[in-house]
């Protein structure tokens, strides 16, 4: 996309956006992927789910969105009276691009007697022909709450699809998507760091492959990986999603040790993801400083994706922070 390009030599960003934000009466909303610098001055940090509701009942009149345009999106559906801001418009999800909406509804309309449990991971468009919206940490509260012969097709990602499925012995038709963040993981490299590490457990987001979820000790959501960290009796911990996340561990707990599980280069970098990393502070301070890229859903789209949010937040119940799928 084309930034701003405006000289921001010589200007506190830090400062100004501390003035922006009160001046605008925003609210900054992090995802746990999102750069240290990013987490540490958000009002909010979260998962999908809490930032979600915090979303839908926070006062502030200006949602300045660090995490990836779905989020944003899904802020925007909840809280419609507010200005949604998402510092890089091109923040997207490798999910969502797999998943394009035509081709969705053709796969609805090939299965007629299912409905539609959909990660929260799409578009707009997505969630406006789903039923239900999951995301990692209330899936499996939602997924108990369906009468086990409801027939289910679950999209994007076929692995957390799959992972749910073997877990409630539940079968469910998968959409053939993946997260490239989780999908890089290599389980040669993850093996040998375990070996490095006799006894450190494993803790991964559902979103990983099953040759990955199968080496892991705890699988939950990015909210439940991180209560699992404040828990474990150890002093290393092998963490298998997006790096940031590390970053509140050792806030929390600078007397422990959080690994990255690696990549096939046995380093980490790879799994950073190219969509959050699109958001900086300077693409902030330009977004509160100037009200855009905003987030606008026309009103018909967002009343039809807004049912199967709604449905979500009426089954999610209370698994905010409780992090969730539990052991693996
Ligand atoms: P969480 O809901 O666990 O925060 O996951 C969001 C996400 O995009 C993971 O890749
Ligand atoms: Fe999408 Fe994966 Fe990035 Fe999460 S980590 S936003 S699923 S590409």
């Not at 944003?72 to 559906?77: L, R, S």
């Not at 510092?87 to 691009?97: F, I, K, Q, W, Y």
Request: net charge negative; proline share 7%.
């Amino acid at each position: 996309m084309t930034i701003q390009t405006a000289n921001l030599s010589g200007i506190d960003i830090r400062a100004e956006i501390e003035r922006l934000r009160k001046d605008r009466n925003a609210v900054i909303l992090a995802h746990y992927y999102q750069s240290p610098e990013i987490q540490d001055l958000a009002d909010y940090i979260g998962d999908s789910l809490e930032l979600s509701k915090k979303a839908a009942t926070t006062d502030a009149e200006v949602i300045a969105f660090c995490g990836v345009r779905f989020m944003a999106e899904t802020a925007k559906i909840l809280a419609p009276e507010k200005i949604v801001i998402l510092p890089d418009m091109d923040a997207g999800c490798s999910l969502e691009d797999s998943c394009p909406p035509e081709k969705f509804k053709a796969f609805r309309e090939a299965h007629p007697d299912h409905i539609a449990l959909t990660y929260i991971n799409c578009s707009t468009e997505v969630k406006a022909l789903s039923d239900v919206i999951v995301t990692s940490s209330s899936a499996e509260t939602i997924l108990a709450q369906i009468p086990p012969e409801q027939k289910i097709i679950f999209g994007p990602d076929r692995h957390l699809g799959g992972y749910l499925s073997r877990k409630f012995n539940r079968e469910m038709v998968l959409w053939p998507g993946v997260c490239i963040v989780h999908e890089a993981f290599s389980e040669t490299e993850l093996i040998k760091l375990k070996a490095q590490h006799p006894g450190a457990p494993v803790a991964a987001h559902p979103e990983c492959p099953p040759h990955i979820i199968d080496h892991a000790d705890y699988v939950g959501s990015t909210s439940g990986i991180l209560k699992f960290a404040t828990e474990f009796p150890g002093n290393t911990l092998i963490v298998a999603t997006e790096p940031h996340i590390i970053h509140q561990m050792e806030k929390a707990l600078p007397g422990k040790t959080f690994i990255g599980a690696p990549g096939a280069d046995g380093q980490c970098s790879c799994n950073i993801c190219p969509y959050m990393a699109l958001n900086t502070l300077e693409k902030l301070y330009l977004a509160l400083r100037d009200l855009k890229p905003r987030i606008e859903i026309e009103e018909g789209l967002r009343l039809a994706a807004k049912k199967s949010l709604d449905a979500m937040l009426a089954m999610a119940g209370g698994t905010v922070g409780k992090g969730d799928l539990g052991p693996a």
